[in-house]
């Protein structure tokens, strides 16, 4: 599974070419947040440390 650092993630995010907005829409309580979880944890670009944990 590939980790980026945060620096590594910056210096990607920078360039517009590889900058993709999203919109996630539904009524209350039915997984919006749950649903982007899962996107973000799939493609492994971010830590799974809770915050506490992280450096």
Do not use: C, E, W
């Not at 995010?13 to 907005?21: S, T």
């Amino acid at each position: 599974m590939v980790n980026f650092t945060v620096d590594q993630i910056r210096s990607l995010m920078d360039q517009k070419k590889n900058i993709r907005n999203i919109s996630i829409i539904g009524h209350v309580d039915h997984g919006k947040s749950t649903l982007t979880d899962s996107l973000v944890r799939k493609v492994a670009i971010i830590t799974q440390q809770k915050p506490d944990k992280m450096p």
